[in-house]
């Protein structure tokens, strides 16, 4: 039998394609979402220490938590953006220091919910290694409801279209993972059980449970769940311009421009990661001018609808959510 050989145009295409692709992750929660004391106690013990992470019984011990949790805890600190890799272990980042340092950081223990939303935004707006259910379910789910079956069906699909080969067991536990960071989970009687109270980002309301229906063979009861696509108050116009100018600098900063579509769906957009609707995203746009104070100006006509960058971007960005009166969570 003649042997076939790839065409060179064909390799080099696939070749391209791999370099483009984000390095997803799938694993190293341990299938743990993070939990309000992780990040703050984290923090403190990585400003002495950022070599604490080494020796994990050593981290198990300053932490008080089990072998499992400190690898969740060193994951989600990185994928919050809180610390980052390097010569002497992990580090706090300028973003984790401003937020969670507890002698200059804005909310060390997590109590205003503008926190809330930008660790989530944080988590699911990461272009390079992104958590592929989040990247996945928040910016390429079509569907309205959220089902686990379908879902599943549909990960075991994009990792074979990938050619990345996870078993349906990783796959399971991270979109568990995923749900239980937005939804408590509930024993067989219903009640919602205390230590999935500790899952800081339920606190958002980003996903609902909504009712149940039979597997497709009509087999056994799955829960529905869907996401909050409502007006959210909670976002302030500070948070919105932080989030905006953050997706500016990552995803679009050769754009002079920002288009209402660049804002409302495009992958990693404050419309996309938020479920922010049209209307709501176009009503704060009316105000940028002021809100932003000069840094973004907004055009809106028949033909054509534009966020312009008019000044230049400053560092006190962060700062600026934090200094009206904090919104609890």
Sequence with gaps: MKKVI???SSTGASEREDRTRPAYRYSGHETFPFR?????????????????FSDDERA??????GKNMVKAIRFWVQAAGIA????????I???????????????????????LWLIHWKIASNATEPLFAWEFLLNRWQRSDIIRSEVLATFKQEAARMEKELSEVTLAQHFDTFLHTYIPTRSAKGDVREENLDSPLVELDLIRKIGEKR????????????????????????????????????????????????????????GQLFKLPEADIRERLLTIKEDSKGLFD???SAALSQLIRVGPSHTRLLASVYEGEPVYA
């Design 298 to 300: 907004y055009k809106e």
């Design 60 to 65: 198990m011990v300053r932490l008080g938590v």
């Design 36 to 52: 309000y004391s992780w990040l703050p106690k984290a923090v403190v013990e990585l400003t002495s220490n950022a070599a604490l």
């Design 84 to 91: 980052a890799p390097d010569q002497k272990g992990l580090t």
């Design 215 to 270: 597997s497709g063979d009509g087999g056994r009861l799955e829960s529905v769940y869907a996401f909050n696509r409502d007006a959210k108050t909670s976002i302030s116009p500070e948070l919105f311009i932080y989030c905006i100018e953050d997706y500016w600098r990552t995803r679009a900063a050769s754009e002079e421009t920002l288009s209402i579509r660049d804002i409302t769906v495009k992958t990693g957009s404050v």
């Design 6 to 8: 790839p065409s060179a």
């Design 93 to 115: 980042t300028d973003f984790g220091r401003e937020l969670l340092s507890e002698s200059e950081g804005h909310d060390p223990y997590l109590e205003d919910i503008q926190t």
